[in-house]
C-alpha cells in the first residue's frame, strides 16, 4: 500500500487561508467516505481534526475544514494563526481492514 | 477523558523483539466500537499503520502488510492494557511508536499516547 501524497510544505501570512492536498486512488481516498486528518505538534501526541472526510470533533475551531473530490482529500485552514504552525497528516481506510497515511506536510505560518 | 501511557525499551538491537505497552484509563480495552492501534512515524516523518486489535464477541487482530509476519498486537483486559511486539528488528524499524484508540464507525484516531522514541542498534 503506497503512502498518499501530500505536499512537503504549505506557507501562508496570519489571517490567509491555505489548503493541503492529499492524493490517493480508487482504493483508498476516492472509494470511502473515511479520510481524516491530524494536526501534530513535533514531540506532541497528533490531534485529530477532520474526520469522516469533512467532520470536525467537538472542540475542533471551525477555521478547520475538510473536502474531497475524486481521489484528492484537501484540509482548509482559514484565518491562519500562529498557533496553526504544525505538521498535518491525512489518512484514508484502504479496504481489506487496513490504513494507510499521507507523507504528512509542515504548515508555516 | 481517554488517556493513553506509553511504556516500553527505547533500545533494542538488530534482530532482536520491539516491546511496548499502552496502558488505557477512561475506556476498556474490551470496548466495543474502539480498535487499540499502533502507528509509528520514521524519521522520514510519514505516519504508517502497523495494526489494531478489537473485541467484537470475540477478539480481532489486523495487520498491515509490511510487517505482518513481525508483529503481534495482545490486549490484557487483567490490566486494561494493550502491547506491540515487534520481531526480528532492523535499523528500518527505528521510529516513534504511538498508540492510539480507533473508532470504528469512523476509522478515525480520536486519542494517541505520547509517542516513544525506539532506536534500533547494536
Known amino acids: 500500500q503506497s503512502a498518499l501524497t501530500q505536499p512537503a510544505s504549505v506557507s501562508g501570512s496570519p489571517g490567509q487561508s491555505i489548503t493541503i492536498s492529499c492524493t490517493g486512488s480508487?482504493?483508498?481516498?476516492?472509494?470511502?467516505?473515511?479520510v481524516s486528518w491530524y494536526q501534530h505538534h513535533p514531540g506532541e501526541a497528533p490531534r485529530l481534526v477532520i474526520y469522516?472526510?469533512?467532520k470536525r470533533p467537538s472542540g475542533v475551531s471551525n477555521r478547520f475544514s475538510g473536502s474531497k473530490s475524486g481521489n484528492t482529500a484537501s484540509l482548509t485552514i482559514s484565518g491562519l494563526q500562529d498557533e496553526d504552525e504544525s505538521d498535518y497528516h491525512c489518512?484514508?481506510?484502504?479496504?481489506?481492514?487496513?490504513?494507510?497515511f499521507g507523507s504528512g506536510t509542515r504548515v508555516t505560518v | 477523558q481517554v488517556q493513553l501511557q506509553q511504556s516500553g525499551l527505547r533500545l533494542v538491537k538488530p534482530s532482536q523483539t520491539l516491546s511496548l505497552t499502552c496502558a488505557i484509563s477512561?475506556?476498556?480495552?474490551?470496548?466495543?466500537?474502539?480498535?487499540w492501534t499502533w502507528i509509528r512515524q520514521s524519521p522520514s516523518g510519514g505516519l504508517e499503520w502497523l495494526g489494531r486489535?478489537?473485541?467484537?464477541?470475540?477478539?480481532?487482530?489486523e495487520y498491515a502488510e509490511s510487517v505482518k509476519t513481525r508483529i503481534t498486537i495482545n490486549p490484557d483486559t487483567s490490566n486494561n492494557r494493550f502491547s506491540l511486539q515487534l520481531n526480528s528488528v532492523t535499523p528500518e524499524d527505528t521510529a516513534v511508536y504511538y498508540c492510539?484508540?480507533?473508532?470504528?464507525?469512523?476509522?478515525?484516531?480520536?486519542?494517541w499516547g505520547q509517542g516513544t522514541l525506539v532506536t534500533v542498534s547494536s
Open positions: 489518512c484514508s481506510y484502504a479496504g481489506s481492514r487496513t490504513f494507510v
Open positions: 486489535t478489537f473485541y467484537r464477541s470475540e477478539w480481532h487482530y
Open positions: 492510539a484508540r480507533g473508532v470504528s464507525a469512523t476509522a478515525s484516531f480520536d486519542y
Open positions: 477512561g475506556d476498556s480495552v474490551s470496548s466495543q466500537g474502539a480498535a
Open positions: 480508487s482504493s483508498d481516498v476516492g472509494n470511502y467516505n473515511r
Open positions: 469522516e472526510d469533512n
